[in-house]
């Protein structure tokens, strides 16, 4: 079953720091995200990303985000200063769309950001 | 207003039962999806089941199904002959409109029902 990894699982950072989370597609989809899942919350959409630029960006993705696919396989999320707020589960999911079918979103496992 | 309202914050149910977790939506859209997930405690979101606004069955996988109520705009998880692997949180998802871009495939979460399953 192909799937969705992401990297760290998790990372600990000082507030102020820059974070990088990694993730690897599936390797014939074509649609990439990152949401976020604040601990005891519901999971937000962030971004979406395709053909090598954001399609789509929530009122979350501020300036201290950016995303990139720098080799065509890593799926990165950056956030340049991290703050206490940042503290989340982040999943990274990719998307075959299949304009006949279910067009299921497959999340990774996630990267749990811990800023102190 | 919320878009996916998912009331029950905790249920319990016993071990070979069966359980229904409750989803309600609101949109405007006539072309929509819905979807539940299930995140065990280790907190990766497994894929269960997808529901098509136009689609004239309920749709079953397994061991789970769907209750799919249009006019009450319900979408209500049905697990039979519960397992104690199946002690998680569960997500109710909606996507709203056609696909008219890959930005606009956003999933709007429900706040989850955390499910244990007692021996």
């Known amino acids: 079953e192909p799937e969705v990894t992401q990297t760290p699982s998790h990372q600990v950072t000082q507030m102020g720091q820059e974070v990088i989370l990694r993730c690897v597609p599936i390797?014939?989809?074509?649609?990439f995200y990152w949401y976020r899942q604040i601990l005891g919350q519901k999971v937000e959409f962030l971004v979406s990303?395709?053909?090598?630029?954001?399609?789509?960006k929530s009122e979350i993705f501020d300036d201290q985000f950016s995303v990139e696919r720098p080799d065509g396989s890593n799926f990165t999320l950056k956030i340049r200063s991290t703050k206490l707020e940042d503290s989340a589960m982040y999943f990274c999911?990719?998307?075959?769309?299949?304009?006949?079918?279910?067009?299921?979103?497959?999340f990774g496992a996630g990267s749990r950001l811990t800023v102190l | 207003a919320q878009k996916i309202t998912q009331t029950q914050p905790g249920m319990f149910v016993q071990e070979k039962e069966a359980v229904t977790l409750d989803c309600t939506y609101d949109?405007?859209?006539?072309?929509?999806?819905l979807f539940w997930y299930k995140q065990p405690s280790s907190g990766e979101m497994i894929f269960l089941i997808y529901?098509?606004?136009?689609?004239?069955q309920n749709a079953t996988e397994g061991r789970y199904s769907l209750n799919f109520q249009k006019a009450r705009k319900s979408a209500n998880l049905v697990i039979s002959a519960s397992q104690l692997g199946d002690s998680a949180m569960y997500f109710c998802?909606?996507?709203?409109?056609?696909?008219?871009?890959?930005?606009?495939?956003?999933?709007?979460f429900g706040k989850g029902t955390k499910l244990s399953v007692i021996p």
């Open positions: 529901q098509g606004s136009y689609d004239q």
């Open positions: 990303f395709y053909n090598n630029e954001i399609s789509e």
């Open positions: 998802a909606m996507r709203e409109g056609w696909y008219s871009g890959a930005g606009s495939y956003q999933l709007t």
């Open positions: 949109t405007s859209d006539p072309s929509y999806g």
């Open positions: 999911a990719s998307l075959l769309l299949d304009r006949d079918g279910a067009n299921v979103l497959t």
């Open positions: 390797s014939n989809h074509l649609y």
